[in-house]
Structures are given as C-alpha cells and as structure tokens.
T-cell receptor, first 116, second 111 residues
Framework: NAGVTQTPKFQVLKTGQSMTLQCAQDMNHEYMSWYRQDPGMGLRLIHYSVGAGITDQGEVPNGYNVSRSTTEDFPLRLLSAAPSQTSVYFC???????????????FGSGTQLSVL | GENVEQHPSTLSVQEGDSAVIKCTYSDSASNYFPWYKQELGKRPQLIIDIRSNVGEKKDQRIAVTLNKTAKHFSLHITETQPEDSAVYFCAASGSNYQLIWGAGTKLIIKP
C-alpha cells in the first residue's frame, strides 16, 4: 500500500495562474480532505468529500475547487492563484469522517506552494 | 464558533524532563480528541487519541487526560528524548463530524 500519494512536492506559480494538486489513496477510504497549513494557524480545512460524487466546503474554500469522480482521487484546483494562497497543502483521508468514530487521518507528504 | 485553543505555542524542555501541552475546546458536544505529531518537513501523524467516555489514556511515554467539565485536554510526554522534538497539534470533533484543530505547539528538547 502506498497510502496517500500527493503531487507535486513543490510548486511556484505566478499570480493569476491555475494549477491542480493531485491526491490519491489506495486504502479504499470514503473520506478525503484538503488542508492548508500556515505558521501559527494550525491546519485549516479547505474542502472535503465523504464519497465519490460528494464534496463539501470546509473552513477556507474560497479560490479552490475540488471534485471526486472516483474513490481513489481527490484533486484540488487553484483557479487563479493569489499570493495569499502561498502555503503548505496536505491531503488527508480516513475510512469515515474523522471524528465520527475516532478514525485516524492519513496524511499525504504535502505540497509547498509559493505564489509570486 | 467552534474553536480549539492550544498552549503554549513553543515549549522548550531539558532532555529527560516532562512536557505538557494543553488544549481547550468550545463545543460541549465534542467527543473525540486526537493528538498529531509533525516532525520538521514531514506529514502529521496520529500519536494518541481519547474519547469523551475516558478520562485518561496512556501509551508508553505519552498520555492524554480529558476534563469534560472544564472542556480541556492535555498531552503529557515523560522522559523526553531528542526524537520528541516536533510540532504537536491537538484537535476536537466538531459539528458535521469535522475536526477542529489547535494552532500547534513547537516542542524543543534541549540536550
């Protein structure tokens, strides 16, 4: 099992560019999510999905889109990058919504994104 | 709204001493409280968790205590070692079964 695979590891964008962060898991997890991590602010939920075809907004969804066409994949799209989106992004998955039954969250290795 | 406050933001302890990190949550309905450890440049990983029907849980050198009345929970690390240096995040289950995260504590182990 590869677990949660996240690409790319590093990315530099210019303001206004778009890009997609890829996330895939091979554990048949229902729940997948995207977080951003900024210094002193912990982990903030961007979007999440509880199954194929189902997505919902988290705490900081503006400027990001997601889709869940398969159980395995959950890409995050930046529509028009802004300097405020400079951050470290983590994809995470679990069997159910982490918290519902105390499910462990499995994190990807992270993407360090810089928007100039 | 729902929030989790975590203190301190930075904690420096001598190797071999104990470390305690505290979190306070606002939602009285929260019933699941995990702790994640993130080493420098790595992904967060679950190290211990506790549910609301338990007051304390131990796993070797780490323990978590929960006070539901006061709505706070704490991580205790005894006999600290260099490999304990990391950022530690607490979280509490919130509405719609999402996790609400604390801001993190950077633990520094001095040799």
């Amino acid at each position: 099992n590869a677990g949660v695979t996240q690409t790319p590891k590093f990315q530099v964008l210019k303001t206004g560019q778009s890009m997609t962060l890829q996330c895939a898991q091979d554990m048949n997890h229902e729940y997948m999510s995207w977080y951003r991590q900024d210094p002193g602010m912990g982990l903030r939920l961007i979007h999440y999905s509880v199954g194929a075809g189902i997505t919902d907004q988290g705490e900081v969804p503006n400027g990001y889109n997601v889709s869940r066409s398969t159980t395995e994949d959950f890409p995050l799209r930046l529509l028009s990058a802004a300097p405020s989106q400079t951050s470290v992004y983590f994809c995470a998955s679990s069997y159910t919504r982490a918290g519902a039954r105390g499910e462990k969250l499995f994190f990807g290795s992270g993407t360090q994104l810089s928007v100039l | 709204g729902e929030n989790v406050e975590q203190h301190p933001s930075t904690l420096s302890v001598q190797e071999g001493d104990s470390a305690v990190i505290k979190c306070t949550y606002s939602d009285s309905a929260s019933n699941y409280f995990p702790w994640y450890k993130q080493e420098l440049g790595k992904r967060p990983q679950l190290i211990i968790d506790i549910r609301s029907n338990v007051g304390e849980k131990k796993d070797q050198r780490i323990a978590v205590t929960l006070n539901k009345t006061a709505k706070h929970f704490s991580l205790h690390i005894t006999e600290t070692q260099p490999e304990d240096s990391a950022v530690y995040f607490c979280a509490a289950s919130g509405s719609n079964y999402q996790l609400i995260w604390g801001a993190g504590t950077k633990l520094i182990i001095k040799p």
